[in-house]
């Protein structure tokens, strides 16, 4: 079974003074994988301009928009149908082998196989001190201590838009532990990795309409490895184990691989940017 999703993703710049020319990169589209199948991409900008496709370092699609002539507004607009295949995150869970699990996390070739998502990143360093702040308890599996993580990182954020940015880092969330789905992932990753867990950081689109955390915009989770499963989605923001109702994009070490607009203006004075998303299931 599967359910048939319609996403639309809009931006919107307006410049103060006139842009002489611009580049910008958008890391939007979602990926085709094992759970969902990308079936049309419609893309379009009001310059006019050619939108290129590419690839980033770790193989997701970006497209990219070079403009020639000066402009004070632009607005980008892309479509993206898909089918997302219906999953059980619980239907894969094995008998764990507890104490092989722990011995493979702390071997040597783990580590190295690993080593990208399980050091320590600008935006998924624990301050001093902090990093016994959820510590597994190895009587249990990998896979339930990381549901417990889920569950300890959304009961110790409050979800409030407005307070953090994209600069955030732990050591303010800690302070003030409010924040959005970033922060949320960030954290995660961070006490994930210091228990010695590869965790990636993920952006993608949610479902809308389930009054999901993090639904108006894009969203964020975190992929943790589970020996005996492989890679395993975790949405601390709203507590669960990521299913259908989420649709990747791409991962990274933390928010900065997975930025969805990156760009360079070349203007002067003010400017202001809006993003909106709309996912829409499709009967």
């Known amino acids: 079974m599967s359910i048939e999703y319609s996403i639309t993703y809009n931006a919107e710049n307006e410049y103060e003074n006139p842009v002489d020319n611009a580049s910008w990169q958008f890391l939007i589209v979602p990926e085709n994988n094992e759970t969902q199948e990308l079936m049309s991409v419609d893309i379009k900008n009001s310059l ?15 497209i990219r928009i070079n403009t020639q002539e000066k402009f004070q507004n ?5 479509n993206f149908k898909l089918k997302k295949i219906s999953l059980n995150p619980f239907g894969q869970v094995p008998i764990f082998n507890i104490a092989s699990n722990y011995e493979l996390v702390q071997s040597l070739d783990f580590k190295v196989d690993f080593e990208p998502f399980l050091g320590q990143t600008q935006f998924t360093t624990l301050p001093k001190g902090s990093k016994n702040l959820f510590v597994f308890d190895t009587a249990l599996s990998i896979f339930d201590n990381l549901q417990k993580l889920n569950n300890w990182v959304y009961q110790f954020i409050k979800f409030n838009t407005g307070v953090t940015h ?3 880092l732990l050591e303010e969330i800690l302070e003030n532990p409010e924040g959005v789905c970033q922060d949320f992932a960030h954290l995660f990753c961070a006490l994930a990795r210091a228990n010695k867990i590869p965790a990636r950081y993920v952006s993608g689109y949610l479902h809308q309409g389930n009054g999901y955390f993090g639904d108006s915009q894009m969203h964020a989770w975190v992929e943790a490895y589970v020996p005996q499963v492989g890679w395993v989605g975790f949405d601390p923001t709203n507590n669960l184990l990521v299913d259908d109702n989420h649709i990747k994009v791409a991962h990274g070490k933390d928010f900065n691989d997975c930025s969805p607009l990156k760009g360079v203006v070349h203007s002067h004075g003010a400017n202001k940017t809006s993003h909106s998303v709309d996912v829409q299931t499709q009967q």
């Open 48 to 62: 006019g301009a050619k939108n290129e496709f590419s690839e980033n370092g770790y193989g997701f699609r970006t």
């Open 74 to 78: 632009l607005n980008f607009r892309a």
């Open 166 to 168: 994209v600069n955030t």
